[in-house]
């Protein structure tokens, strides 16, 4: 772990609790010694709706739990009663700043399930999509981070900036924020006339938004004071914690999927996921301002490569009535956060009998976060939560 | 793979193999034997990561299926260990010594399908419900639309309109029909 030259000081801990045989702390609220405070579910600080039980002595966590259901919309039992085509204008809504890899998860599990090989003009509109849907992510999430320590002026632009790529999607598949897009067999439509262009000028508004924004929270004496050695992670905990995405990457971990197990065109780009190993908040926001750059390149790349015209969608059979043959499957994609995966069981019915979602926050959020905020100071709660992208309605479902 | 599935053969009986590419397999196991296939397949065959563990409920057999997902980094390899076990008072042997993040998902499944795991850490205390009362909502019994009529509907004092007709009332109210 790096040490910030910065920033020193040794704290007080003669108040600490002492941990008992099975190592769990000693506690007594009534000693006066400790304060419990809640953190979130509304709160600025905390990505989603969540909330913190913390349990702390003058500002340091001595405890922390998570506590998730503020949004659990009951999806995965609502797939009981629809069919397959149902699900996928609840499935998108499973992870609301990043749809598309629930779409093209479901979509792919059931190509799989019923052997069905979609057209080449689908796999890089796919790959287009789903590139799109990272870009806008991290435009949103990586000045979010200076956002937590007070810097919000990254936020705004970036905010603009997703509305473009937004813009995009709208004139794309009609809808800004869910897409529904990919479906069972390719994808709805195809690109509507002049569309790279204009998705082109945008890129060179997010090139340039890549330069001041490294000026502006990169370059900053206080984001570095705030995030050089805080919110650490060992790189032994990657396989202890499941952790997985760029905070694994950010430890020294490959873990990328699009690398790993190469899907859609992922395997004719050329491009590098950017690693690092002192794995604290600091190398883990550098990490996706690459990943930014990585996508914008990656986008131009498919514009470039992908071919003009083709069959976008093979046949299925008819939807409304849609047998998806019996078996199960696990499928996973790479989010902005991670792995995504879709564990999917079909009966041979009209209806899924299981999906199954096992989104990045499932564990970031809380085995990982829980242990990481013991004896962090809660003025950086937030800015450790966003540095793990923890994403709420994943882990609810 | 097929090597990885032919090791555990000459340890643990398993009753069905199931290849759904070269690189993904689910095989199925006694109770008895899953959390002990699960540790040899993280020790031994190196699959050193655990994706996920969920439960499918076989309503018609009286079972529920559990599924233990690990994946081995290296190899690019995934294997699905399939278990099932009864659904009247479901209990199953615990995993979390050996990833942390296991607990998690054993505190889900005992929320939401009510299978009990037995000394996993904080399994008792409620994940995303808070003052449940009913069944297991996940469990297929348990009716989403019968509950929502019941506990939702009617509620006192609520009136339903013909949308058209409401408007037509409220914004031309002197119109004649």
């Known amino acids: 772990m790096r040490k910030n030259n910065l920033f020193h000081w040794t704290p007080d801990r003669s108040a600490f609790p002492t941990a008992g045989a099975d190592g769990k702390l000693d506690i007594d609220l009534d000693s006066h010694k400790f304060v419990k405070i809640w953190h979130?579910?509304?709160?600025?600080?905390?990505?989603?709706?969540?909330?913190?039980?913390?349990?702390?002595?003058?500002?340091?966590?001595?405890?922390?739990?998570?506590?998730?259901?503020?949004?659990?919309?009951g999806f995965e039992k609502l797939y009981e009663r629809r069919t397959w085509i149902q699900c996928f204008p609840t499935v998108v809504r499973m992870c609301v700043p990043e749809s598309d890899s629930n779409e093209y998860n479901l979509s792919v599990g059931i190509e799989e399930l019923a052997g069905i090989e979609i057209p080449e003009m689908a796999t890089w509109l796919r790959?287009?999509?789903?590139?799109?849907?990272?870009?806008?992510?991290?435009?949103?999430?990586?000045?979010?981070?200076?956002?937590?320590?007070?810097?919000?002026?990254?936020?705004?632009?970036?905010?603009?900036?997703?509305?473009?790529?937004?813009?995009?999607?709208?004139?794309?598949?009609?809808?800004?924020?869910?897409?529904?897009?990919?479906?069972?067999?390719?994808?709805?439509g195809l690109l509507?006339?002049?569309?790279?262009?204009?998705?082109?000028?945008?890129?060179?508004?997010?090139?340039?938004?890549?330069?001041?924004?490294?000026?502006?929270?990169?370059?900053?004496?206080?984001?570095?004071?705030?995030?050089?050695?805080?919110?650490?992670?060992?790189?032994?905990?990657?396989?202890?914690?499941?952790?997985?995405?760029?905070?694994?990457?950010?430890?020294?971990?490959?873990?990328?999927?699009?690398?790993?197990?190469?899907?859609?065109?992922?395997?004719?780009?050329?491009?590098?996921?950017?690693?690092?190993?002192?794995?604290?908040?600091?190398?883990?926001?550098?990490?996706?301002?690459?990943?930014?750059?990585?996508?914008?390149?990656?986008?131009?790349?498919?514009?470039?490569?992908?071919?003009t015209k083709g069959e976008f969608r093979a046949p299925t059979p008819n939807v409304l009535h849609w047998e998806v043959p019996k078996g199960e499957v696990y499928v996973r994609s790479e989010s902005t956060r991670g792995e995504y995966g879709f564990y999917i069981v079909s009966d041979g019915s009209k209806y899924p009998r299981r999906i199954n979602l096992r989104g990045p926050s499932y564990t970031h959020a809380v085995s990982l976060l829980e242990k990481m905020l013991v004896n962090a100071n809660i003025s950086d709660i937030a800015a450790i939560m966003v540095s793990l992208q923890t994403c709420p309605p994943e882990i609810e479902r | 793979m097929k090597d990885i599935i032919e090791n555990i053969q000459t340890k643990f009986s398993i009753s069905e193999v199931t290849k759904q590419r070269d690189n993904q397999y689910f095989i199925s196991v006694e109770k008895k034997d899953a959390v002990q296939v699960v540790t040899y397949l993280k020790d031994i065959e190196?699959?050193?990561?655990?994706?996920?563990?969920?439960?499918?409920?076989?309503?018609?057999?009286?079972?529920?299926?559990?599924?233990?997902?690990?994946?081995?980094?290296?190899?690019?390899?995934?294997?699905?260990?399939?278990t099932f076990i009864e659904r009247e008072n479901a209990?199953?042997?615990?995993?979390?010594?050996?990833?942390?993040?296991?607990?998690?998902?054993q505190r889900e499944l005992k929320e939401m399908f009510g299978i009990d795991f037995p000394g996993s850490p904080r399994v008792?205390?409620?994940?995303?419900?808070?003052?449940?009362d009913n069944i297991p909502p996940m469990r297929r019994e348990f009716d989403t639309k019968k509950y929502?009529?019941?506990?939702?509907?009617?509620?006192?004092?609520?009136?339903?309109?013909?949308?058209?007709?409401?408007?037509?009332?409220?914004?031309y109210p002197n119109e004649k029909k």
């Not at chain 1, 990657?238 to 873990?255: C, D, E, L």
């Not at chain 2, 309503?59 to 994946?71: A, P």
């Not at chain 2, 042997?93 to 993040?101: C, F, N, P, Q, R």
């Not at chain 2, 008792?124 to 449940?132: A, K, R, T, V």
């Open chain 1, 192 to 307: 509507p006339e002049g569309f790279k262009d204009r998705l082109e000028e945008n890129l060179k508004l997010v090139d340039e938004f890549a330069k001041n924004l490294k000026r502006l929270m990169l370059d900053n004496a206080v984001f570095k004071k705030r995030t050089i050695g805080t919110g650490y992670i060992p790189a032994d905990w990657v396989n202890k914690y499941g952790i997985v995405g760029f905070v694994a990457r950010g430890a020294g971990v490959m873990k990328d999927v699009r690398k790993d197990y190469p899907y859609l065109a992922y395997d004719q780009l050329d491009f590098e996921p950017t690693m690092s190993t002192d794995s604290d908040i600091y190398a883990r926001t550098v990490i996706r301002w690459n990943d930014m750059i990585t996508s914008v390149d990656l986008l131009r790349q498919i514009m470039a490569k992908m071919p």
């Open chain 2, 46 to 82: 190196k699959f050193s990561n655990f994706i996920l563990l969920t439960a499918v409920d076989w309503i018609e057999k009286g079972q529920f299926q559990l599924t233990y997902l690990l994946s081995d980094p290296i190899n690019k390899l995934d294997i699905g260990v399939r």
């Open chain 2, 124 to 132: 008792d205390e409620p994940f995303l419900l808070e003052g449940w």
């Open chain 1, 127 to 188: 790959t287009l999509t789903l590139e799109m849907s990272r870009l806008q992510a991290l435009l949103r999430i990586v000045p979010a981070q200076g956002g937590t320590l007070g810097l919000g002026l990254g936020v705004q632009w970036g905010v603009y900036l997703r509305d473009l790529i937004l813009d995009r999607f709208e004139e794309l598949t009609g809808g800004r924020i869910y897409h529904m897009y990919m479906i069972p067999g390719g994808v709805r």
């Open chain 1, 40 to 73: 979130g579910p509304n709160h600025p600080g905390v990505t989603g709706n969540m909330s913190l039980e913390l349990t702390i002595s003058g500002d340091e966590i001595m405890e922390s739990k998570t506590h998730v259901g503020y949004l659990h919309r």
């Open chain 2, 91 to 105: 209990t199953m042997d615990s995993a979390h010594h050996l990833w942390e993040h296991t607990a998690t998902f």
């Open chain 2, 148 to 171: 929502s009529e019941e506990t939702y509907f009617p509620r006192p004092g609520r009136t339903t309109n013909d949308p058209a007709e409401h408007m037509k009332k409220k914004l």
